[in-house]
């Protein structure tokens, strides 16, 4: 496709006129001949090179306006040796001829230069030229700038087919122009980017490689920050440093590490950051401000060991700092000087910053983790005075950690040897139930732990084999869990309890030998009082020998009850009462207690307030039995004669709630806060009889059946007892 100036020259040049025609061609292989160069410099060059051979001039030159329109910006010519360059000196800046073309943006053609009164001459050393042709190169109505053609070769001057052809040409150079001028720009900004891309991909690599520094940095601080500073001064100034502060006291220096490759330039970088020290702490560290200062080396703060010819010598341009901070805590500043010229930005200010935060958080990690290491020093301290076994295992029931009485209690020489696997534990100690039976794995203490449960009191036996004895141990357990309630551990705590179990043998022997040997021979005395009491009755002796035999036979049931309370409140205490529950319609089951009850209590005074469709409870029938027969006692004896008691049931959620109301004297309420209590009898106006221990066993019983029990009371009004049963 032809270009609209070769369009319009073809329109212009009959078809019989060869030279408009030769023209039409040259120009047209000079436009292409210009279009293989991109950048401005390169295309000027070409087009000044293509336009004087197009007009054969001996010399010329193209001038780009700058952006003021003002003067030349660019001047590039063609047909000049080196060295004549060099001998002209600086390029016109646009007077004579030249500031014509710059202010008039029109074609010129001159025979002599020398003689029009428009020229101001040439400078020393200049070529001499005589013929001038001068064309405006014009993009969309701007003016780009001039084609200068001087000394017509052949001919005393330029004709009007060579300003024509020149005038062609400037069109397609003003395109040719523009483009490079657009890729000029284009490619600055590329390479722009790709800088700012490359700056990018080396300021992650440098973080990165600072993570893992920090990762692996051991317990002296000193091997480590030095090499923080040799690193520092990569992306930053020739001299970097690290200053740390006293962490309670900021204005205390509590170490300082600078480094530079060359040791004198190394002294020099100490004193000034010793010398600008003051202001540094105040700005940097108190303040938490970032700075960046250039430096002249004549400030009055600038003093130290240095002599003013190292200072001179060894002169930095300026100096970074920014505070190392989290949160509230203040570590220290880093800290960089910069050689002359001073070249540091905003982008090197921001980018110090964040070295500076992940610093502060490689510093505050190491802390903690110190902090850490001495609470884990001091908890194991702690672990290790204790007589109970602590061990902690992970997921995959690896021992993790163990105290000195577990290591101990296995028969271990010391914690060192113990950490490994649970399986290696158990073979250490054949754990078993309490029966004598093989524990499974999966009830196994630390296995319950590790699954999630949450448990205490687990009895186990084990045979550790440096003893070779059967020992008894009570095992807590719980898992330990992470932020997001996932199980990353678990402990469990052993506890020996061998002396106890061997106590609680000996109660159970005790028991026996109380509910046989001491019943067996009340029993025979109740017997043959009873026997007494007959024979005196059909005798017919005195009232006096009645009432001897009655008390005979009402002791040992007093004494039989309370054989049989303290063989109960041993066997709830010890956990050895078993319980045989099952559905009970509590409304029949109180029905039918005080039908069978008649004979031997005045049951006539008792009131049955109950609904007919309550639910069934869970609960064992001779323990419930021994619960209510407690309470109704207890009602009836407190109860003035002749007042009635109340025995209401109500259904109340997932339980059911059985009240026992009499109308008697009351309980104090000092007396109300130790009712339930072992061994505790009321000080009321009546005579305490028994051990204390009927409403304890009926506590321990209700709980013993997931309930409650209470009681509520007022003075000379009487009192209620509730309990639940769970449905």
Known sequence: MRSPVVEETLNMCPPSDEECLRRLRAVSEAALAITSELTLEQVLQKIVDVARELVQARYAAVGVIGEERLRLASFVTSGLTHEEIEAIGPWPRGLGLLGLLLNEPRSVRVKNISKDSRSVGFPPNHPTMTSFLGVPIVSKGNVLGNFYMTDKIGKEEFSQQDEDTLAMFAAHAAVAIENARLYTDTSSELRQKIAKLERAERQARFLAELGSLFLAAPFREELWLQDLAKRLTEPFGDASGVYLVDENDPTVLRKGVMFHANSARKKVAEDVVRAAWGWLRELVVSYKQAILVPLTGTEEYWTGDSTQAEKDHHRFGGILAVPIVVGEKTYGLLVSLTSQPFNLTQDDLRFASLVADRLATAIDNI??????????????????????????????????????????????????????????????????????????????????????????????????????????????????????????????????????????????????????????????????????????????????????????????????????????SARLEAGQLVMEKQPVDVRAFVSELLNRAAGAMDVARVELDALEDLPQVSADPDRLERILMNLLTNALKYSREGNRVTIRIRASGDEVVISMTDRGEGISPEDKKHIFERFYRAKGQRKAEGLGLGLYITRMLVEAHGGRIWAESKLGKGSTFYFSLPL
Do not use: W
């Open 367 to 568: 802390r903690l983790y110190r902090e850490l290491c001495s609470q884990r020093s001091l908890l194991e301290s702690i672990l290790d005075t204790m007589s109970e076994a602590v061990y902690v295992a992970d997921p995959q029931s690896n021992l993790l950690s163990v105290n000195r009485a577990f290591a101990q209690t296995i028969g271990a020489n010391s914690k060192e040897e113990v950490v490994g696997s649970i399986a290696k534990y158990t073979h250490l100690v054949n754990p078993r139930r309490e029966d004598g039976r093989a524990m499974p794995d999966e009830e196994l203490p630390m296995e319950r732990a590790l699954k999630g449960e949450t448990f205490n009191n687990a009895v186990m036996v084990i045979t550790p084999l440096a003893e070779k004895q059967n020992r008894y141990v009570s095992v807590s357990g719980a898992p330990i869990l992470d932020e997001k309630g996932n199980i990353v551990a678990a402990v469990n705590v052993s506890r020996d309890i061998t002396e106890l179990k061997q106590a609680e043998q000996f109660r159970e022997e005790y028991i026996h030998t109380i509910s046989h040997d001491l019943r067996t021979p009340l029993t025979i005395i109740q017997g043959h009082a009873q026997l007494l009491q007959q024979a005196l009755d059909k005798a017919g002796l005195s009232y006096f020998a009645r009432r001897s035999s009655e008390a005979i036979v009402t002791s040992t049931r007093q004494m039989n009850a309370m054989i049989q309370d303290l063989v109960d």
